[in-house]
């Protein structure tokens, strides 16, 4: 018995003998390990063939699969491939082309699907004109509202409480004498017609004023050199109601501060200023303010409750600055803003200023800022108080004075409420807590 080789027809129309070829099923997902890919397309095999990256030509791109039109010729013939192509939720037969695949088609829809993130998750949404940024995505602004905190942190006014140890009955004294010395000299030379009379009487009183105008000048600087020079005390063998200073490492209390315009974060102190500038001519937000001087328009300043740590003993005190605490900060500010009648606002400024409600119609304006903060080194003079094993350093009840300082010619001082000292504002040196 002879075997009878069947014959079969191709796609071109052709007879051929012989049986057609079997397709070969697709061998099934096995449980042999996935390399881990990270998110990228590019290393994921037959995962990116499927979203339309080819690897051999190199050309990697991340857009959605793009969906290629049929042909007439091969819509006019059968599709061998099967399976499913993966979409989002709206996806359905497509309509006029015929095929035998076995899972449905994605259709297209208005929303499409996003570009592919480097986390390898597709999600739904529009098309965004900015590659790598979804769509709708707003950009961050920056809030220069004023905060506003409770009445555990004190607000303080910006002028330091601070003047001359000198009674008003010695300066009336020193001022009348000084007139009759004047008005004396002015008649005896009108007597005796000799201009070396009123010289001589002029000479006398000329160091005097000086004296009065270097320590009028001088009277904050002063201050701030005796206190530098204070020696420090140590808390360990301190009794209650004594009068030390404190230097050490600062930390915030349950309340940190931040600066108003640079935002600075978890500072213990913070103030921002705003100053104005008045020339001869010229409208001013201060109408007492004298002209070619610099006057304050806004001020925003802040302390609250912290810790400091001594250098020497290293115990850890508490200091009492906040629920209107008397405090006397001696911190350098320092210039963030800096306007002229010529230069243009930046739109940072613009808004801290709009925030507050305040004009900027060609003024010449300041902005300063001085903040203390955590992890920066600080003196703190103040008197020590012990209650229930806690230390603690408040205000003294009545303001410090301090005596004459003879070799710089200056008179008694004095200053109330707690006193903090910081040298500079150096980010750079400030200790991580």
Not at 314 to 331: D, I
Request: glycine share 10%.
């Amino acid at each position: 018995m002879s075997s009878r080789t069947g014959s079969h027809q191709l796609r071109n129309g052709l007879f051929v003998s012989g049986r057609p070829e079997q397709q070969k099923e697709r061998p099934t997902a096995t449980s042999r390990a996935v390399p881990y890919t990270g998110g990228d397309v590019k290393k994921s095999g037959e995962l990116g063939k499927m979203y339309g990256i080819d690897m051999s030509t190199g050309d990697h791109h991340t857009g959605p699969p793009i969906l290629k039109k049929p042909s007439s010729r091969a819509s006019s013939s059968s599709q061998h491939n099967s399976g499913s192509v993966r979409s989002g939720p709206n996806s359905g037969q497509m309509g006029g082309h015929k095929s035998s695949n076995s899972g449905p088609i994605p259709k297209k829809s208005s929303s499409g699907s996003g570009p592919i993130q480097p986390t390898g998750l597709i999600y739904s949404g529009p098309l965004s004109s900015s590659a790598g940024r979804r769509s709708g995505q707003l950009e961050p602004t920056i809030s220069f509202k004023k905060i506003v905190y409770g009445s555990s942190v004190t607000s303080l006014s910006g002028d330091i409480k601070m003047g001359f140890n000198v009674s008003r009955v010695a300066m009336w004294v020193l001022f009348v004498v000084i007139l009759m010395a004047l008005m004396a000299g002015a008649f005896v030379m009108a007597t005796v017609k000799k201009i070396v009379i009123l010289v001589a009487v002029g000479a006398a009183v000329a160091p005097i004023l000086m004296i009065l105008l270097w320590n009028y000048a001088y009277k904050e600087r002063g201050l701030v050199e005796f206190l530098r020079r204070y020696p420090d005390a140590e808390l360990r063998g301190a009794v209650n109601g004594q009068f030390v200073k404190v230097t050490g490492v600062v930390t915030c209390g349950s309340i940190p501060l931040e600066t108003s315009f640079q935002r600075i974060p978890r500072c213990v102190y913070a103030s921002t200023e705003l100053h104005e500038y008045k020339a001869c001519v010229g409208t001013c937000a201060n109408p007492r303010q004298r002209s070619f001087s610099w006057g304050r328009r806004h001020s925003e300043n802040f302390v609250g409750d912290f810790y400091i740590s001594d250098f020497q003993t290293g115990l850890r005190a508490l200091v009492k600055a906040g629920y209107g605490a008397k405090v006397a900060p001696f911190v350098k500010p320092k210039t963030v803003v800096d306007v002229t009648s010529d230069s243009e606002l930046s739109p940072n400024f613009i808004r801290w200023l709009a925030d507050r409600n305040l004009s900027s119609d060609d003024r010449v304006m300041r902005l300063k800022e001085a903040y203390i903060k955590e992890g920066s080194t600080v003196s703190v003079m103040g008197v020590v108080m012990r209650q229930e094993n806690v230390l603690m350093i408040v205000p003294p009840p009545e303001p410090i004075s301090i005596g004459c300082q003879w070799l710089r010619c200056l008179l008694p001082t004095y200053v109330e409420g707690l006193i903090l000292t910081c040298d500079d504002i150096q980010d750079g040196d400030v200790i991580p807590v």
